[in-house]
């Protein structure tokens, strides 16, 4: 079932609950006022009866006629009973069919105060009076059609009421859902229409910043990236493929050139040296990608530990410094030493060196003079920040410098591939952590890696 349609239900159920809950209360309330209206009525005849039957010696003739004009007006089907009853309640003699005992009972125990009963559509209103006689129950009884004709109109309009409510709600409902979910039924159309070939279409945005526009913002955020993501594997494919090539067309032109004619031994070994270093940069490039594979992973088959913050850049210096030089990376560690804290975090040891061994060497390859590694505490965080003051990367070009194989357009005169960014973006984020770069074109570099401390 559909959520329109189980809207539409849950709102004809909850709205038609309500119409009978209050059809309900409108025809019990009418009901019992228009009973205790008749009521009141015949307990007034009732009194009134009473005082004529036993006190009509003591009021004069034409009171007793101007009572009897103005209120004696007889009921439908009017009766009157006067039962004399012993000191228990008990009728003397045989007491009016159809009054069960209990309810003679009940005016006796009343003393004076009116008692109701109704048998069908027959109402009786009884008073207990004691003379000098005896003491007797007065009951006065009558129909009342009006009433009942009265209520069982009021039941029909109450019940045509409601079933046209119900019919009437749920259209009304029917339409107002379909309405509702309009929007919803265009964007699943939209996005059926949307695949790998057409990555490019988006839903129609919408002014405002209710659900609806909600979702739509959120579908196109995701086709956004979904785009940027197949863009990026098919350029990824297509710069692999061509960064693979280069070196294996490199290895197979001068195998052939060697083999093509009977040669000296020092051109054999010239041959032989350049295929080792097309090789050579063949396997450097293969490690990269399958480096950069690997981390492309969720990281739950990597091996965490805590790794101290310090001696890892300490390591990193020395190991950049054998074929960079010592004197040119310089570790500064700001004031976290003189307070005597040893900062550590969660992850994987090698994969972090990696991380960072990456652009500490980007730092000394596009720059000839120092490079600083600045390490800073802010709040529960590690701020690793490598200064250079080199070519520095255009400003236009920064956003691209995670893809794969991208080099910025100044760096045609120095050697690389394009892969220490992206592998060390992907280990950073597999720390939880992330890269920040300010930089600008022949002034310099900054580089900052952010890493959560690891919590005791």
């Known amino acids: 079932m559909k959520i329109q349609t189980k809207t539409?239900?849950?709102?004809?159920?909850?709205?038609?609950?309500?119409?009978?809950?209050?059809?309900?209360?409108?025809?019990?309330f009418s009901d019992n006022f228009a009973h205790n209206d008749f009521y009141k009525r015949l307990e007034l005849r009732a009194r009134i009866s009473t005082k004529f039957r036993f006190e009509k010696d003591h009021v004069s003739t034409e009171a007793f006629a101007e009572i009897q004009r103005q209120y004696?007006?007889?009921?439908?089907?009017?009766?009157?009973?006067?039962?004399?009853?012993?000191?228990?309640?008990?009728?003397?003699?045989?007491?009016?069919?159809?009054?069960?005992?209990?309810?003679?009972?009940?005016i006796?125990?009343?003393?004076?105060?009116?008692?109701?009963y109704r048998d069908k559509n027959r109402h009786y209103a009884g008073l207990f009076y004691p003379d000098e006689t005896g003491d007797f129950l007065v009951i006065k009884s009558a129909t009342n059609p009006y009433v009942s004709e009265l209520m069982m109109h009021l039941r029909s309009i109450l019940i045509i009421t409601f079933i046209v409510s119900v019919i009437f709600i749920y259209a009304v409902g029917r339409y107002f859902a379909n309405k509702t979910f309009q929007p919803f039924r265009l964007i699943t159309n939209r996005v059926k229409d949307i695949s790998e070939v057409n990555l490019h279409l988006r839903l129609e945005n919408q002014?405002?910043?209710d659900e609806v526009a909600e979702l739509i913002k959120t579908f196109n955020n995701m086709l956004d990236r979904l785009e940027t993501a197949f863009e990026t594997q098919n350029n990824f494919i297509s710069n692999a493929s061509h960064e693979l090539r280069t070196p294996l067309t490199a290895i197979v032109a001068e195998a052939d050139y060697a083999l093509s004619k009977e040669r000296t031994p020092e051109a054999y070994q010239q041959s032989l040296n350049n295929i080792i270093l097309q090789a050579e940069k063949l396997q450097h490039l293969t490690k990269g990608l399958l480096s950069l594979a690997h981390t492309g992973f969720d990281g739950k088959k990597q091996t965490w530990e805590v790794v101290?913050?310090?001696?890892?850049?300490?390591d990193i210096k020395e190991s950049m410094g054998s074929w960079m030089g010592n004197n040119r990376i310089k570790v500064v560690f700001s004031d976290i030493l003189e307070r005597g804290n040893d900062h550590v975090i969660q992850g994987n040891y090698d994969l972090l060196?990696?991380?960072?061994?990456?652009?500490?060497?980007?730092?000394?390859?596009?720059?000839?003079?120092?490079?600083?590694?600045?390490?800073?505490?802010e709040s529960e965080r590690a701020e690793i920040t490598i200064i250079d003051r080199g070519i520095g990367i255009p400003e236009t070009e920064i956003k691209h410098i995670y893809d794969p194989f991208f080099r910025a357009s100044n760096t045609g005169g120095y050697e690389g591939y394009g892969i220490g960014m992206p592998l060390s973006n992907n280990i950073i984020r597999l720390h939880k952590g992330r890269i920040e770069i300010d930089s600008k074109v022949n002034i310099g570099s900054k580089v900052k890696v952010v890493l959560p401390l690891a919590t005791t």
Do not use: M, W
């Open 207 to 209: 002014e405002g910043t």
């Open 108 to 116: 006796f125990d009343a003393k004076g105060g009116t008692v109701y």
């Open 8 to 28: 539409t239900i849950l709102f004809t159920i909850i709205t038609a609950g309500v119409f009978l809950v209050l059809s309900i209360t409108i025809y019990y």
């Open 72 to 106: 004696l007006e007889r009921l439908i089907d009017e009766k009157a009973f006067v039962v004399q009853v012993d000191t228990t309640g008990k009728p003397i003699k045989d007491s009016p069919k159809n009054l069960p005992l209990s309810y003679l009972k009940n």
């Open 308 to 314: 101290h913050i310090e001696q890892l850049l300490v």
């Open 353 to 377: 060196k990696i991380a960072i061994g990456n652009i500490v060497l980007n730092a000394c390859k596009y720059s000839s003079g120092d490079v600083t590694i600045d390490l800073a505490i």
